[in-house]
């Protein structure tokens, strides 16, 4: 059975950092690409980053490009969000994602109907 869990989140102030982590079970996520998303209050789920299988490559949403980096460890079947300078607007409950399929991100990575498997999210909350 596959499972993911997020952890990580928590309050913190407008330029703070955070760390969030994607733990897995029964899937092993250094084969897959792997996305971070993220839903807001009201507002659809949206991609935050990708990062594909072999080559490793990034996709970043434009909202956190320069802000956020995702990073894999292979030897805990982890994958991290490192985010940094935090808004306001990044206010939400983050999720993260992966597929049997998916192996690059490509350009349909934020597409939420490509991914089977979801963590139960974890809620990051900006505010001073």
């Known amino acids: 059975q596959v499972q993911l869990v997020e952890s990580g989140g928590g309050l913190v102030q407008p330029g703070g950092s955070l760390r969030l982590s994607c733990a897995a079970s029964g899937f092993t996520l250094d084969y897959h690409a792997v996305v971070w998303f993220r839903q807001a209050p009201g507002k659809e789920r949206e991609g935050v980053l990708c990062?594909?299988?072999?080559?490793?490559?990034?996709y970043p949403a434009d909202s956190v490009k320069g802000r956020c980096t995702i990073s894999r460890d292979k030897a805990k079947n982890t994958v991290y969000l490192e985010m940094n300078s935090l808004k306001f607007e990044d206010t939400a409950v983050y999720y993260c994602a992966t597929d049997d399929l998916a192996r690059y991100c490509g350009s349909t990575w934020y597409r939420r109907e490509r991914y089977d498997y979801w963590g139960q999210g974890t809620q990051v909350t900006v505010s001073s």
């Open positions: 990062i594909s299988s072999s080559d490793g490559r990034t």
